[in-house]
């Protein structure tokens, strides 16, 4: 089992820079594709960006592309996402989700086994 908390939400504004942390525990995240997804009210979960277990692949939804970066510490056990130039439309839950699969690239949710409780994100005008 692996457990995933997530952490560095908040409200901020227009053009400024959160960067959101993914801690794991239970087991050693190195072995997994992580991902980043999020809901915004009233849609679905969407695919963020994730990242193969080593870092040297990364994909990213076209929404965030140039303005998000996903990163990994695997001796850190942490996955963390870099998010700048946010928007109101970035307003979401994050979640950070785990897949076995260690070269995985899916932007389905149905491939990540283990999931966070999310952190809430805002942007405002």
């Known amino acids: 089992q692996v457990q995933l908390v997530e952490s560095g939400g908040g409200s901020v504004q227009v053009g400024d820079s959160l960067r959101l942390s993914c801690a794991a525990s239970g087991r050693t995240l190195s072995s997994y594709t992580m991902g980043w997804f999020r809901q915004a009210p009233g849609k679905e979960r969407e695919f963020v960006a994730c990242?193969?277990?080593?870092?040297?692949?990364?994909y990213y939804a076209d929404s965030v592309k140039g303005r998000f970066t996903i990163s990994r510490d695997n001796a850190k056990n942490t996955v963390y996402l870099q998010m700048n130039s946010l928007n109101p439309e970035d307003t979401a839950v994050y979640y950070c989700?785990?897949?076995?699969?260690?070269?995985?690239?899916?932007?389905?949710?149905?491939?990540?086994?283990?999931w966070g409780q999310g952190t809430q994100v805002t942007v405002s005008s």
């Open positions: 989700a785990a897949d076995a699969v260690m070269s995985g690239s899916s932007r389905s949710e149905s491939a990540y086994e283990y």
């Open positions: 990242i193969n277990w080593n870092g040297r692949n990364r």
